[in-house]
């Protein structure tokens, strides 16, 4: 059920974690076929003019009100199960992935690292303004959300901000739908698409992106049983080895894109299927936040 990158990437983890004399570099060379790979002779640059003197995409953040929501799917992996009705209080999440545009700024901003590799070749392909930002670690991606006043979303905001409250298995219905969202099956993009391109893939509550494009990280720890938990407002347990992602990638192939799959890593890995988008908790009684831009 994992994404091929994936798979491969917990394989390693899984023997790093076993004493295996595997060096953490590995994990930065396991890309898809089709980024190739440079040799360590520098740190790759993205290509001239590409965001040097873009303006960063302003972030919308849509007002997600309290209330139930049907989190797991029964028909799905263990981990999804088993579906039941949680309330969550109201919040804001980002309409959009986090633009490398938006991070780039902040990068300028903060001094914190660059969101690239001397290991990843043509990221001018991945590093468009209004294209999602990747390869960042669950701490960068927290880092940038604190610099904003945010925070990433709980996993259980993420699945009600994607399937809305009566739980879609895709933002569009329940069946799923070739070239409606940027994944590894047939569609036009290669790499990641610009933020919002996918019209279909738009939550009930009008946010994009959530079924294809990139992975994302969200706040939680992993636990496989996690969803036997009921209580309002889940926020996974205290600690952990690996954080949740959720959501499919530009790379992931097959029937397996649909909105309960739940991914895992360890936080420090970065990978360019996977990027991320904030959220913060909404006052009590409050359903506006400004002009909605966060």
Request: charged letters at 25%.
């Amino acid at each position: 059920m994992l994404d091929k990158r994936l798979k491969w990437a917990f394989f390693v983890v899984v023997a790093i974690f076993a004493g295996l004399p595997i060096g953490g570099i590995i994990l930065d060379v396991l890309k898809p076929s089709n980024i190739q790979v440079d040799q360590p002779d520098g740190e790759a640059k993205p290509s001239p003019g590409t965001v040097a003197t873009a303006v960063p995409m302003k972030e919308d953040m849509v007002f997600v009100p309290a209330g139930e929501f049907v989190r797991g799917y029964n028909g799905g992996g263990f981990d999804e199960k088993p579906a039941g009705l949680v309330m969550l209080d109201a919040y804001w999440i980002d309409r959009h992935e986090v633009t490398y545009g938006a991070y780039i700024a902040f990068v300028t901003a903060t001094g914190h690292r660059k969101p690239i590799s001397r290991y990843v070749k043509h990221f001018e392909k991945l590093s468009g303004t209004t294209q999602p930002a990747v390869y960042v670690s669950w701490e960068d991606a927290d880092a940038y959300c604190r610099y904003r006043g945010a925070r990433l979303p709980t996993e259980a905001e993420w699945e009600k901000a994607a399937r809305g409250p009566h739980g879609l298995l895709w933002p569009w219905g329940n069946q799923d739908k070739p070239g409606a969202a940027n994944t590894g099956n047939p569609d036009p993009f290669e790499f990641p698409a610009p933020v919002a391109s996918f019209p279909l893939d738009q939550s009930p509550y009008g946010i994009y992106d959530m079924a294809g494009n990139v992975m994302e990280w969200v706040a939680d720890w992993y636990q496989e049983d996690a969803y036997r938990d009921t209580s309002p407002n889940p926020k996974g347990p205290p600690s952990g080895i690996f954080k949740v992602i959720r959501g499919a990638s530009w790379g992931t192939i097959g029937k397996e894109t649909r909105l309960t799959v739940r991914l895992k890593m360890v936080p420090d890995f970065r990978d360019t299927t996977i990027g991320f988008r904030c959220a913060r908790i909404a006052s009590k009684g409050l359903n506006r936040l400004g002009d909605q831009r966060s």
